[in-house]
């Protein structure tokens, strides 16, 4: 799956330290992965935009900072895959939608300013459900992306894109948007580690918004360490987004061999137990909750205290989320009017212009959620919708502060289900499903992370969710990494079980 | 609050009956003020009037794809001072989107406040003593200009529309009075006071002119004194005091017809038009807005610190009704003081009278003869000197208002400027003794001013002052002349 063998190969880590040694050439490694994505992604179709010249030059001025002995950052020629609902300066911003067609933001994202300063190159703009919203990444304009592993099958969603981008390692670090499992999912189904961190711990500005108060950035990396270095390096407060914490950012990866003794773990059982699996139309699959009780095992072995804890509103979060997720898209996407950028259709006034550009800008699923949000903010129902998902939120997060105070963090699993094939839940409330056990860090502003740990129907990998409260991005780390370590010894699946 | 306003009372504007016997106006009016920041209320971009179409812009406030809102602390400076100038309680506010589609509106949804305003429950005071409850004033955002290029210059019909967003994101506060207000006069002095008070405390420039100050009036009338609140209509479009007064008068006098046919108005939104003298329907009530109001999850809640806001009270400059009566109470005409605190003169007047110059005297020149730049730089000792060289007898009122006016240009005293100007002092003997030689040569003059009736008295007063002025080159202090003439004329 990784490229580990390859010249250009290695991790982030290593990749940034050579660079900056000057024992490895940013250009070099920066032309391996183009290179890659010019032989692989026309099948895979993880990128709506390849930006190579670009690349290129970034990479020639980090090889030239070195050179001079000039200070580089910690990223310094790391490739980098950005989903494309990231404001890049220059360089199209789609969201998968045709509706922004032909507009080119001029300015970057925080994120993106970030990482460049860290010396990473960004090589494209990644695939997604139109404006985030899927879980498949089928509902892209451009068409979906393959998943590396198997390409009959979906690489998850919505950050499809960056996802499989870092499985096929076209780069070495992807980031994405995960309003309610946008990065975790995909990572799952990728075989990849894929962080949500904190709300408010990475700077939303320059983001295109989904739902405002669940939209946050993480990063896609093969291994832990990655993961927490991308973290770090995006991490922190910024004056332009008024919903970003104050906090000074504590470094991930100095926390990643902590180990987990003595930490309290709690498996949560309405993800995890037999009686609640086949239930609400979407049955989770019996390997993926072995994979998650056998985590378990694994952190108990190594120190922890594991038990199961009941978390009774986890499940009912998914209601309260598909009314308030669409609630605020329906106002995020108002803006799309045909008036001032992206695509616009003749209309006899304004108001026929508008109607026009929108029907034929949009694609399904976003005037699904945009007609289901406008309609649970409409006077005479806002009560009996918006408001009660709102006080189901507040619930919710209380319930979870409560359970946080015994335990550290919760594990579950990401996803139901393995990667699955295209068309396979074409109908939207089999494909919400999806979220289930991702969306309540959404809706409580907690940091989840998902990690793989073995694999389950078709040889296809599963992935395992540590949940933790807020800013507690360090103790998933440690937990993530234990993980990683217990499933690279063979701990993860069982013996006699088919695996790749 | 004043009760029911005349049956028959008339407007001064147009002089014709307001509204038929037994029928009140109710009144409340909805006041939109730019505030005078450097910037937006959420966006670096420059607040400021005027400029090429779209050169004050930022993603921001062009709403952008992925830009975030950040609050313009000075706004809420400035809308606490408003609040406090208003006698409002200051508390802890939520930004909502107000959504509905329209053009110069960059984001699709306005942000404003909505269940929970910056300030609410105040009251104002008029001119008149009267109290006007203020409900609410809350920080929202401007919009854009559209220009309808067409025929008619509405949007419905339109060839194609323009869209300037240098005004997109100003910052606005909206001030919302109680239904207190009983008709147009006392409707006018509202805004005129309510403007006077955010200039005072420089929160807005208050130009009705340039769109910084916009007023909605909600009207409706009921049977006097019934205390009831019927329908009301809110009309959108007016432009300046006049026409707010002719828009509610029109609007009331409609709701009125209606009643008496036996019908009654619909709560809409309607739009003065200048040219034809009435009020139009907006959009119909198939079209009507649902703004599906929701607290921004781009924004956090303000929360004014209680030592925050007794910072911003302390530093609050004192109100025009204080002003206007620290003058009156030291024996300026209310007339004058009022004018004086308009031209935010009073601060030189009232240095004036405390240097001891007369007070009438004083807001006299402030109203008649200080409507010039410069006059707020004048030196209020120089200015008090003045009014005690007139008022001693030193200067006529001809030669002070011109000294005045070399004072405002030369910043010279007035004593110097007089002497340059051979504005010496006549005194009383050598003036006596010039009319009593007028006299003597007009004998009949005299007899007709003496024994005539009252236009040929007034008629001969005109010849002798005339007389003297031209004698002694106009510098001769009439009303000094006049008291001669009628000591003369007495002592027979």
Request: hydrophobic residues 40%.
């Amino acid at each position: 799956m990784t490229a580990a063998g390859a010249a250009d190969g290695g991790s982030a880590v290593e990749i940034a330290a050579a660079v900056a040694a000057g024992d490895r050439s940013a250009v070099e490694i920066v032309d391996a992965h183009l290179a890659r994505i010019a032989a692989g992604d026309g099948e895979i179709h993880a990128f709506n935009t390849v930006v190579a010249d670009r690349a290129r030059e970034r990479a020639a001025a980090v090889d030239r900072a070195v050179a001079a002995g000039e200070p580089v950052g910690p990223l310094a020629g790391v490739p980098v895959a950005l989903k494309d609902n990231f404001c890049t300066r220059g360089v199209p911003t789609t969201c998968s939608s045709r509706i922004l067609d032909g507009w080119v933001p001029p300015y970057d994202a925080t994120a993106v300013e970030r990482l460049e300063a860290a010396g990473a190159v960004v090589v494209g703009k990644t695939n997604l459900d139109e404006f985030a919203m899927g879980s498949s990444t089928e509902n892209s304009a451009f068409g979906p992306t393959r998943n590396p592993l198997d390409v009959t099958r979906v690489p998850g969603g919505s950050s499809g894109g960056s996802a499989a981008a870092v499985a096929a390692d076209f780069a070495v670090l992807g980031f994405g948007s995960d309003t309610g499992g946008s990065i975790r999912q995909p990572a799952a189904l990728c075989g990849v580690v894929g962080l949500k961190p904190t709300y408010g711990a990475v700077s939303r500005y320059g983001l295109v918004a989904f739902a405002s108060s669940l939209d946050q950035i993480g990063p896609f990396a093969r291994s832990v360490a990655d993961a927490a270095l991308a973290y770090d390096t995006v991490a922190g407060h910024d004056p332009r987004d008024s919903t970003s914490l104050p906090d000074g950012h504590r470094p991930t990866v100095e926390r990643l061999t902590d180990g987990v003794e003595g930490l309290r773990v709690g498996v949560v059982s309405e993800m995890t137990a037999p009686e609640l699996r086949a239930d609400r139309g979407g049955a989770f699959e019996p390997a993926v909750i072995d994979r998650c009780h056998r985590a378990a095992d694994v952190l108990a072995d190594a120190g922890a205290k594991v038990d199961e804890v009941s978390i009774p509103t986890a499940v009912a979060g998914l209601a309260a989320y598909y009314m308030i997720a669409p609630a605020e898209a329906s106002s995020n996407l108002a803006r799309y009017d045909g008036v001032r950028y992206g695509a616009r259709q003749p209309g006899a006034n304004t108001a026929a212009m508008m109607t026009a550009s929108r029907t034929a800008g949009f694609g399904d699923e976003v005037k699904r959620r945009i007609m289901l949000g406008t309609y649970a903010l409409s006077a005479g129902y806002y009560d009996a919708f918006y408001g009660k998902a709102q006080r189901i939120r507040t619930l919710m997060i209380r319930e979870f502060d409560r359970v946080y105070q015994q335990y550290d963090v919760l594990l579950s699993p990401t996803s139901p289900c393995v990667a699955f094939p295209f068309g396979a839940k074409a109908d939207p409330l089999t494909m919400y499903y999806n979220d289930v056990c991702t969306i309540p860090s959404n809706l409580t502003g907690h940091p989840a992370i998902s990690v793989p740990f073995g694999t389950g129907e078709a040889g296809l990998p599963v992935g395992v969710q540590v949940l933790g409260p807020k800013l507690s991005e360090g103790e998933l780390m440690r937990v993530a990494a234990a993980l990683e370590a217990a499933a690279a010894a063979g701990g993860a699946d069982p013996t006699g079980e088919d695996t790749p | 609050m004043t009760t029911t306003a005349p049956a028959t009372a008339t407007d001064a504007g147009t002089g014709h009956e307001l509204l038929p016997d037994g029928w009140e106006m109710v009144i409340g009016l909805e006041v939109h003020a730019e505030l005078a920041t450097a910037s937006k209320m959420f966006s670096p971009a420059p607040n400021r009037f005027g400029g090429e179409p779209n050169t004050n812009v930022h993603p921001v406030c062009l709403g952008l794809p992925g830009t975030l809102p950040v609050v313009n602390g000075k706004a809420i400076e400035l809308g606490i001072r408003i609040g406090l100038a208003l006698d409002c309680t200051v508390q802890r506010c939520v930004f909502a989107r107000k959504n509905y589609f329209y053009p110069d509106m960059p984001k699709d949804y306005q942000i404003s406040q909505y269940e929970l305003a910056l300030n609410v429950d105040g009251r104002l005071e008029l001119a008149d003593g009267s109290v006007v409850g203020i409900e609410r004033a809350h920080l929202e955002e401007d919009t854009g200009k559209s220009t309808h290029i067409g025929d008619s210059g509405r949007i419905h019909d339109a060839g194609y529309s323009l869209v300037d967003y240098n005004r997109a994101g100003v910052p606005l506060i909206e001030i919302v009075s109680r239904p207190d207000l009983r008709d147009p006069e006392q409707a006018k002095s509202y805004v005129e006071e309510l403007r006077a008070i955010l200039v005072a405390i420089g929160a807005s420039d208050g130009k009705m002119e340039e769109g910084s100050l916009r007023v909605d009036a909600n009207v409706s009338v009921r049977p006097a004194g019934s205390g009831e609140l019927r329908t009301r209509c809110e009309i959108k479009n007016v432009n300046s005091l006049r026409s707010l007064g002719r828009a509610i008068t029109y609007e009331a006098r409609r709701h009125v017809d209606l009643y008496q046919a036996g019908d009654a108005p619909r709560q809409e939104t309607r739009h003065w038009d200048e040219e034809d003298g009435r009020t139009r329907p907006g959009r119909s009530k198939e079209e009507a807005e649902d703004y599906r109001y929701f607290d921004d999850p781009d924004l956090v809640p303000v929360d004014p610190s209680p030592g925050w806001i007794d910072e911003i009270r302390a530093a609050l400059p004192a109100l025009p009704r204080h002003r206007r009566q620290a003058l009156v109470d030291r024996g300026a005409p209310a007339a004058g003081a009022a004018l004086a605190v308009e031209r935010d003169l009073d601060g030189l007047a009232l240095a004036a009278i405390e240097a001891g110059a007369d007070a009438e005297r004083t807001v006299t020149h402030v109203a008649n003869n200080l409507a010039v730049e410069g006059a707020g730089s004048l030196d209020a000792s120089h200015f008090a000197d003045l009014v005690k060289l007139e008022t001693g007898g030193g200067l006529t009122a001809t030669q002070a208002k011109q000294v005045l006016a070399d004072m405002v240009e030369t910043g010279r005293d007035p004593a110097t400027i007089a002497a340059e100007k051979g504005f010496e002092a006549m005194d009383t003997d050598e003036l006596e003794s010039l009319l009593d030689g007028i006299i003597a040569d007009h004998p009949d003059e005299w007899a007709r001013f003496v024994g005539g009736d009252d236009g040929d008295r007034k008629k001969m007063q005109g010849v002798f002052v005339g007389q003297v002025m031209k004698a002694t080159r106009g510098q001769a202090d009439g009303k000094v002349v006049n008291q001669l003439l009628n000591q003369r004329a007495s002592a027979g």
